[in-house]
């Protein structure tokens, strides 16, 4: 996909992640409308499909949402989307980049990348949506920053 994201302000993402909490969307969900809007597009039936990577897959024992939903953003612009179309010999590197960057920063802060170890007792509270929605806010520039870095 080409680069013609629209940048969003620190407070233009921070507004429209507490809408789009505020209207039930999840973590993952939360990431793929802020990348759709950068790019000025909609698209339901993808938002849809992040709902199950939210919440740890919905379990909260698996791996965090928001770093699943980083890695499906990454997809978006350099994964295989039809016959016609290659992957990107970056999508790995950048996935790497991702991974390591989410262990390194949100792994070794929380003692684990799994929703549980994020969340622990506090899922369901306003203290967790304070949490989760700073790593948003940190993954969602991440992603930006790897891609901007990739000229994706």
């Known amino acids: ?11 233009e993402i921070v507004m429209q992640m ?10 993952s969900q939360i990431l793929m409308i802020l990348a759709l809007r950068q790019e000025g597009e909609e698209n339901s039936g993808l938002v849809r499909a992040m709902s199950g990577l939210g919440d740890g897959c ?3 024992n698996e791996t965090c949402g928001i ?10 612009y350099a994964g295989k989307g039809a016959d016609g179309e290659e992957e990107s010999e970056k999508l790995l590197p ?13 792994g070794a802060k929380y003692s684990g990348t799994r929703c ?15 949490i989760c929605g700073g790593i948003i806010f940190q993954t969602f520039n ?6 901007e870095s ?3």
């Open 1 to 11: 996909m080409p680069a013609k994201r629209k940048h969003l302000t620190a407070d």
């Open 18 to 27: 507490i809408e789009l909490a505020e209207k039930k969307y999840n973590c």
């Open 58 to 60: 919905g379990f909260f």
């Open 67 to 76: 770093m699943t939903g980083a890695a499906s953003l990454l997809g978006w």
């Open 94 to 106: 950048m996935l790497q980049d991702l991974g390591d960057w989410f262990q390194q920063e949100i």
């Open 116 to 130: 549980k170890d994020i969340a622990g007792d506090l899922v369901g509270t306003p203290e967790v949506k304070k």
């Open 142 to 147: 991440k992603v930006n920053e790897i891609l």
């Open 150 to 152: 990739n000229n994706c």
